[in-house]
């Protein structure tokens, strides 16, 4: 899961996306990058590099970064390690320049490779979006009117990309000087919303980007969400163009309203902060008989922060209980979750919670996160808070067991680590030290959703794409 964004029409295009990243930075933490189009040399400018927004650009690379067209790009990494190869933007000169980033992941990598390889492409990386600009460059190599760069060519360049390529991905991207594209897989899983801007000079600016949080910031009115399989472009002069390439279901991630979107943004016409209560009401209607049927009572209910707090908040108000904040965090710690290697999530959650010990002493706790992976950080917490003289500890999570492998750019590829897989609730809370864990089910999840459909994966193990290539 990654954040990107791309704006067209602005004198400081790579100024605004670089904003624009660091409102994204949540959703990823490994490296930033931007690309940049000069129109009156027809150059790219790039800079990129391993870190955070703030630590990789100073104000001479942005200024650096010339040009009214700039895409960006902020990296959580789903596949292997951390490498500088790997990072994005990306672009290739010919037989059209074309510069993209990406968010997502492809599930049927290596067999798609596999065939630019050998068709004598050669790669530079492991990313998915270097294979994408291959398929694409293959694409417009073999049309007619190359040198256009019309919209029917990047149509049909992109319809190339969505018959070949499977998974859940975004992508925004420069066609040299001439326009910014953009599009969607064909069940739209990975998200990607439109905004645009009326300048002082009358002209209209464009904003594409991962979020609306973003869009707001920058002062860009949300138009839409592009559509699942939707190509858009937009040319130099501002014109805008789209198409729908498929007609397949809408299958957004249902993970962008659980943790990954900021509480501000809205995805799919349902704002995420609205989501998140929701979710904390159902499960907090869903516990009620559980407790009294096992003559379970709680002093205090608490989030584990920062996404789980809405939903802790109205847990607390359907069962009538104390909400307290019993964890403080270390905001200079980054998120666990996305953080590269188990080694490093356990060392992140060890610095990322401190306790106000009077709310805990002597207290059953019930505390409420938004999900449980790994359990890695939910082991850690109620080791801390026993350590800190609670009495019990309970654990509720928002998002229903996760017991699936997601192949669509989250990084649990592995069945092994989920620590749902193959146990109930009794047997996760046994490892994690609990006196109790509590799920919402997928019901939950659609009802809070107002009925959207949504990929859910990861908790069912129905897959929208045939799980193989590199995702096996």
Not at 120 to 144: C, K, P, Q, T, Y
Not at 319 to 328: A, G, N, Q, S
Not at 429 to 448: H, K, M, N, P, R
């Amino acid at each position: 899961m990654c954040g990107i964004v791309g704006v067209m029409g602005t004198a400081n295009a790579s100024h605004e996306v670089h904003q624009a990243l660091l409102m994204l930075q949540h959703r990823g933490q490994d490296s930033a990058g931007i690309l940049s189009v000069d129109a009156s040399s027809g150059k790219f400018h790039l800079h990129k590099e391993l870190g955070q927004v703030s630590a990789v650009f100073e104000k001479k690379d942005l200024d650096r970064l010339r040009g009214h067209s700039a895409i960006g790009h902020t990296r959580y990494s789903t596949i292997g390690e951390v490498k500088e190869s790997d990072l994005q933007p990306m672009a290739l000169s010919l037989p059209v320049g074309i510069g993209m980033v990406h968010n997502g992941n492809v599930s049927n990598y290596a067999e798609v490779r596999d065939k630019l390889l050998a068709n004598r492409r050669f790669f530079m990386s492991d990313n998915d979006v270097e294979m994408i600009l291959h398929l694409m460059a293959e694409s417009f190599a073999g049309s007619d009117a190359v040198s256009k760069n019309t919209f029917q060519n990047l149509c049909d360049s992109v319809k190339t990309v969505l018959s070949t390529v499977e998974g859940g991905y975004s992508v925004i991207g420069l066609l040299g000087a001439d326009g910014m594209f953009a599009f969607r897989d064909m069940h739209g899983i990975r998200p990607l919303v439109l905004g645009h801007r009326i300048e002082a000079d009358g002209s209209t600016s464009y904003c594409l980007t991962s979020e609306t949080c973003a869009l707001k910031f920058l002062g860009y009115e949300v138009d839409r969400d592009l559509k699942p399989g939707e190509v858009l472009w937009i040319d130099r002069q501002g014109k805008l163009q789209t198409r729908n390439l498929t007609e397949k279901k809408s299958l957004p991630c249902m993970f962008e309203w659980i943790y990954f979107s900021s509480a501000d943004s809205t995805q799919e016409n349902k704002n995420v902060y609205e989501v998140r209560l929701k979710l904390g009401e159902l499960l907090g209607e869903r516990m009620k008989p559980l407790m009294k049927l096992g003559g379970i009572e709680f002093d205090v209910v608490a989030p584990v922060p920062d996404t789980s707090r809405p939903a802790a908040i109205s847990l607390a108000e359907t069962l009538k209980i104390p909400f307290r904040e019993v964890l403080i965090k270390n905001r200079y710690v980054q998120r666990s979750f996305i953080t590269s290697g188990q080694d490093r999530r356990q060392l992140a959650v060890g610095l990322k919670f401190s306790v106000i010990d009077e709310l805990v002493q002597g207290k059953r706790v019930l505390l409420v996160d938004d999900s449980i992976v790994r359990g890695t950080t939910s082991k850690k917490i109620v080791e801390l808070l026993k350590h800190h003289g609670a009495k019990e500890v309970y654990f509720a999570s928002t998002c229903p067991p996760i017991m699936h492998p997601c192949y669509y750019g989250i990084d649990f590829p592995n069945p092994e680590e989920l620590i749902a897989n193959g146990r109930n609730a009794d047997q996760v809370a046994e490892i994690l030290g609990a006196d109790g864990v509590f799920y919402s089910t997928i019901d939950d999840v659609s009802t809070a959703l107002s009925g959207l459909g949504f990929c859910n994966a990861c908790l069912s193990g129905d897959y929208a794409y045939p799980v193989r290539g590199r995702a096996s």
